[in-house]
């Protein structure tokens, strides 16, 4: 308490603003941009890895607050620099976010100097956010790091064992997510774990029947990340008032993200290859 209580001396609204700011990059909203962007233009095979440690690492962080249940800062007394973030606050699950994500991202695009430090001042940077803003311990934010770097580098190391093989692995892991789904009553779960199992049967179709390819023209790919981006938050924002009439219930959520993520490793790269498909020349008798 007492380093957040120091933080929290140099309160200012521009920097709470910045500080919230640079929080975002450890939530959802970013992981949706930067994953779905990375499968549909850049490297779909590292697009899968990522999305499958980072939405694997977020059941994981679920469950790891479950059945930690520490209390977050501003229920001890702190103050909260934000909406106060629902749920328990062993590990840092925005801490934790970001260094899977900062993990796999230097690992991956080590050559890219740039990208690189980008993404070390974002580890540094979305922890300290988080207890500036008044929601994590500095042990939650180390904590939520420490695993974070752990898991990522574990499949890594599993990953590049197997080439190729990044479905299977995350077929392997899927009864996993589905434990954790059955056991915790907790929002953070059904989101991941929808998204995680919608990621997996989606690709997995995705290879064996659609097989999209990432090459197009400039303009082409901006159209691609525009359509989907705006399908993804319309499924994200528009089912939900569906899924109320059923009722307020958490693991309805899974069932919105499963869809996002069906639409982004299977609906938009199939409407991607029938749309933007190459026109072939005619041939010349």
């Not at 981006?229 to 939900?240: D, H, N, P, R, S």
Request: aromatic share 16%.
């Amino acid at each position: 308490m007492a380093i957040i209580e120091f933080l929290q001396q140099f309160s200012h609204p521009v920097l709470k603003v910045i500080m919230r700011i640079i929080s975002e990059f450890g939530n959802d909203i970013f992981f949706i941009v930067l994953g779905s962007v990375l499968f549909w233009l850049v490297d779909k095979k590292f697009a899968l890895r990522l999305m499958i440690v980072f939405l694997f690492s977020a059941v994981l962080n679920g469950g790891l607050k479950d059945l930690i249940k520490s209390p977050r800062p501003y229920d001890e007394g702190a103050e909260s620099f934000e909406p106060e973030t629902p749920g328990y606050s062993m590990p840092s699950g925005h801490s934790q976010n970001i260094a899977v994500t900062s993990t796999m991202m230097i690992h991956n695009y080590a050559k890219i100097k740039w990208l690189k430090y980008i993404f070390i001042a974002l580890a540094v940077l979305v922890p300290f956010s988080r207890m500036y803003l008044g929601q994590h311990y500095l042990e939650d934010v180390l904590a939520g790091l420490i695993i974070g770097f752990a898991l990522a580098i574990g499949l890594i190391v599993i990953f590049e064992k197997f080439p190729n093989n990044e479905d299977y692995i995350g077929l392997i892991l899927a009864p996993i997510v589905l434990v954790f789904m059955i056991i915790f009553n907790n929002e953070q779960i059904y989101v991941a774990g929808g998204a995680y199992l919608g990621l997996i049967g989606g690709y997995y179709f995705e290879k064996r029947y659609v097989n999209y390819e990432i090459k197009a023209p400039f303009w082409i790919q901006i159209l691609k990340v525009v359509i989907g981006l705006g399908v993804a938050f319309g499924i994200k924002e528009g089912v939900k008032p569906l899924l109320k009439l059923i009722g307020d219930y958490l693991f309805l959520d899974s069932i919105r993200y499963f869809l996002i993520a069906l639409w982004a490793s299977l609906g938009a790269p199939a409407l991607f290859k029938a749309i933007f498909k190459e026109k072939k020349e005619p041939a010349i008798d």
